[in-house]
């Protein structure tokens, strides 16, 4: 058992020293990303900033666009967390939830998220991109669908397609337009809203 733990015990500090470089490499392009923009910043920059060899982030990184898919993943983490901690149980609801968590973690650092999904978009990622979100959204239809509340001959994929489409689309146009002109919470809720009231629509009020 002893030899086990010092054997170990080397490899897990490497892989800890390793990830530590990388949080650093990955830290410091942001902060770069956030203040100057994206195509303005170098991977020299970036290196010299996290105080790295510019071979060092060449280790870590193949491109300077890998560090778009990790700022994504990261997002699609705090989603996660988030969504697992509501406890809406109506599916109209708990959709319109889940687009303000997109909402708030995109406002977190607005300047960011501008930079990067602008970005994003340049890199092509938005037609090489994991269904991921789309898949999450359709979970909302089937389930409204199973509790009667959306048609039969409603597609939950295609609807979830639909609203990932909503999404990427009034995000892309708020971190087009000049800071404070838009506001994206509300902008996100009023074009989901829009399609839910075609797939999902609320009962009627009785008079």
């Known amino acids: 058992m002893t030899s086990t733990i010092t054997a170990d015990a080397p490899q897990g500090r490497r892989e800890r020293n390793k990830q530590r470089v990388r949080d650093s490499i990955y830290d410091a392009a942001i902060e770069l990303f956030a203040s100057q923009g994206y195509d303005q910043t170098t ?4 290196a010299h900033k996290a105080d790295v060899a510019r071979g060092t982030f060449f280790n870590h990184f193949q491109r300077k666009e890998d560090l778009i898919t990790e700022w994504g993943a990261k997002r699609r983490t705090v989603l996660r967390e988030g969504l697992a901690a509501t406890t ?3 599916p109209r ?14 406002l ?7 930079a990067l999904t602008t970005a994003w978009v340049k890199a092509g990622y938005v037609l090489q991109e994991e269904p991921f979100l789309s898949d999450m959204l359709s979970e909302f239809v089937i389930e409204a669908r ?6 039969e001959t409603v597609d939950p994929r295609l609807a979830g397609l639909l609203l990932r489409d909503v999404y990427l689309g009034t995000v892309f ?8 002109e838009r506001d994206l919470a509300a902008d996100l809720r009023t ?6 009231d075609g797939i999902m629509p609320l009962p009627a009020r009785r008079s």
């Open 43 to 46: 991977v020299d920059e970036i």
């Open 191 to 196: 074009a989901c809203e829009t399609v839910l």
């Open 173 to 180: 146009r708020w971190a087009r337009s000049p800071e404070g």
């Open 108 to 114: 977190r650092d607005s300047a960011l998220t501008r």
């Open 146 to 151: 199973r509790r009667g509340q959306v048609a």
């Open 88 to 90: 809406e149980d109506d």
């Open 93 to 106: 609801r708990a959709l319109l939830a889940c687009m303000g968590l997109l909402a708030d973690i995109s």
